[in-house]
Nanobody
Framework: QVQLVESGGGLVQAGGSLRLSCAAS????????MAWFRQAPGSERELVAA????????WYVDSVKGRFTISRYNANNTVTLEMNSLRSEDTAVYYC?????????WGQGTQVTVYS
């Protein structure tokens, strides 16, 4: 199992930016595709962005394309999500996990709140 700790969330005005980080322990992330997910109040958790083991391939849900960038730093065992041009609909708790999560435990997530 990989233990994951997310950080970097906060309160930001619409149009602003945040950079989320995901730190892993327990195992090296280098062998796992990774992803960021988010869950808004009253909604199911959704996949937002994914990245291959080497970082050569990425995927984004349509609603964040061109605004979010997922990156990974295998040497530091971290994954990041750069979020620009934030919108109120991006408000959610953001989680990282291996892709697919299967039975890997979820971290506590980091809250992102966008106000207009």
């Amino acid at each position: 199992q990989v233990q994951l700790v997310e950080s970097g969330g906060g309160l930001v005005q619409a149009g602003g930016s945040l950079r989320l980080s995901c730190a892993a322990s327990g195992r090296s992330l280098s062998g796992y595709p990774m992803a960021w997910f988010r869950q808004a109040p009253g909604s199911e958790r959704e996949l937002v962005a994914a990245i291959s083991t080497t970082g050569d391939n990425t995927w984004y849900v349509d609603s964040v394309k061109g605004r979010f960038t997922i990156s990974r730093y295998n040497a530091n065992n971290t994954v990041t999500l750069e979020m620009n041009s934030l919108r109120s609909e991006d408000t959610a708790v953001y989680y990282c996990n291996v892709d697919p999560p299967s039975r890997n435990p979820w971290g506590q997530g980091t809250q992102v709140t966008v106000y207009s």
